[in-house]
């Protein structure tokens, strides 16, 4: 058995975050749009249930090769991201099934919070100094775990400031003497690239157009 889920790895990890996503909407769904919270209860858990599996699937990999691989680190930032940035888009996806089906049945789900952040979240410059915040916090945890790697695993005899200015690290695949640090440094970079555009896109290019319609009625 233990052969066989290494041999369908990747297959059985998509499965596992396709079950977590659809059970966390149906959780949603069922406790709102039939107020069955009890049954409710059995999606979350279904959720917890697959996230553990894609953790015990990490496990069986490293069992298997004997070192930190690609598969395991991909695991561990899914699974980070569901306890961490995952907790606030749940937290907006219940917002927004609540909004709808509340307005389906004709009635008012929405807490006084949730109607509160909702109109926050309509300000683009209560959004760009979100996004800026949270960027900054990023940013401020790349630097000290990179200068970790750096006191520990540093490539060359070289200041951080070097290290960092010397933009070859950023592309380069081989940076660091511990190939499980590459791997992190690899993925990460990705990561930490994408939420730079991201969270800078709020600040560069705001929405104004819900603040125009606004003014306009």
């Known amino acids: 058995m ?18 977590s ?8 769904v069922i406790r709102y749009a039939f107020q069955r919270f ?11 249930g697959a996230t553990v599996f894609e953790l015990v699937l990490a496990i069986f990999d490293y069992q298997e090769t004997g ?10 930032i ?12 749940f937290r907006k996806m219940d917002r927004y099934l609540k909004d709808k089906i509340g ?20 300000d683009p410059d209560y959004l760009a100094q979100k996004y800026r915040r949270t960027w900054l916090v990023h940013a401020i945890l790349f630097v000290i775990v990179h200068l970790l790697f750096w006191i ?16 070859s690290w950023v592309t380069d695949s081989e940076v660091f003497r511990e190939p499980f640090v590459n791997q992190i440094n690899a993925v990460w ?5 994408i939420d730079t555009i991201w969270s800078w896109s709020y600040t560069l290019f705001p929405d104004k157009s819900g603040q125009s319609k606004k003014k306009g009625e």
């Open 2 to 19: 233990k052969e066989l889920i290494i041999a369908y790895q990747w297959e059985l990890f998509i499965f596992a975050e396709i079950v």
């Open 21 to 28: 996503w659809l059970s966390l909407v149906l959780f949603l």
């Open 38 to 48: 009890s049954i409710s209860i059995l999606f979350l858990m279904l959720f917890l």
């Open 67 to 76: 070192e930190i691989a690609t598969f395991q680190m991909i695991i561990f």
């Open 78 to 89: 899914f699974v980070l991201y569901a306890f961490t940035f995952g907790i606030g888009d």
């Open 103 to 122: 307005k389906y049945r004709g009635q008012n789900l929405l807490t006084e919070k949730d109607e509160r952040i909702i109109k926050q979240n309509k």
């Open 152 to 167: 520990f695993y540093r490539p060359l005899e070289a200041s951080f400031l070097s290290f960092f200015t010397d933009l």
């Open 189 to 193: 970079k990705i990561v930490f690239i």
